[in-house]
Nanobody, 123 residues
Framework: QVQLEESGGGLVQVGGSLRLSCAISGRKDTITAVAWYRQAPGMERELVAFITSGGSTKLEEPVKGRFTISRDNAKYTVYLQMNSLKPEETAVYYC?????????????????WGQGTQVTVSS
C-alpha cells in the first residue's frame, strides 16, 4: 500500500504563488509516476502535471510556463510550484500515484490518491 498526503494549499491573490507538497509513504518502490490533479466545483477532475520514477515530467498546456513539478527523493516528496495563479484555478488539488509501466492517460489509472488540498485564488 501507498499513502499520499498533500499540503501547502491555501488562499492566494491573483498572480500569487503557492507550493504544494505530496508526501509519500508505504510501498514507494512500486510507484512509477506521481501526478497532480485538480477538481473545481461541478467540474471533472483534470490532470495538471506528472513526474515519472525516471524523472520525466509533463505539464498540461494551461499551466505550462507557470507551474513546475519536481521531487525530492530523499524526502519522498513531490512538489507542485504554482506561479501566476488565476481565479479559475481555484480547486481541490490531489496527488495521485500509479503503478503502471507508463503514466496513465486518465485518473482511474492512478491507484492511490491523497485527500486533496484546497487552493483558492481570489480576484
Amino acid at each position: 500500500q501507498v499513502q499520499l498526503e498533500e499540503s501547502g494549499g491555501g488562499l492566494v491573490q491573483v498572480g500569487g504563488s503557492l507550493r504544494l507538497s505530496c508526501a509519500i509513504s508505504g510501498r514507494k518502490d512500486t510507484i512509477t509516476a506521481v501526478a497532480w490533479y485538480r477538481q473545481a466545483p461541478g467540474m471533472e477532475r483534470e490532470l495538471v502535471a506528472f513526474i515519472t520514477s525516471g524523472g520525466s515530467t509533463k505539464l498540461e498546456e494551461p499551466v505550462k510556463g507557470r507551474f513546475t513539478i519536481s521531487r525530492d527523493n530523499a524526502k519522498y516528496t513531490v512538489y507542485l510550484q504554482m506561479n501566476s495563479l488565476k481565479p479559475e484555478e481555484t480547486a481541490v488539488y490531489y496527488c495521485a500515484a500509479a503503478r503502471t509501466p507508463f503514466p496513465p492517460d486518465t485518473a482511474p489509472g492512478y491507484a492511490y490518491w491523497g485527500q486533496g488540498t484546497q487552493v483558492t485564488v481570489s480576484s
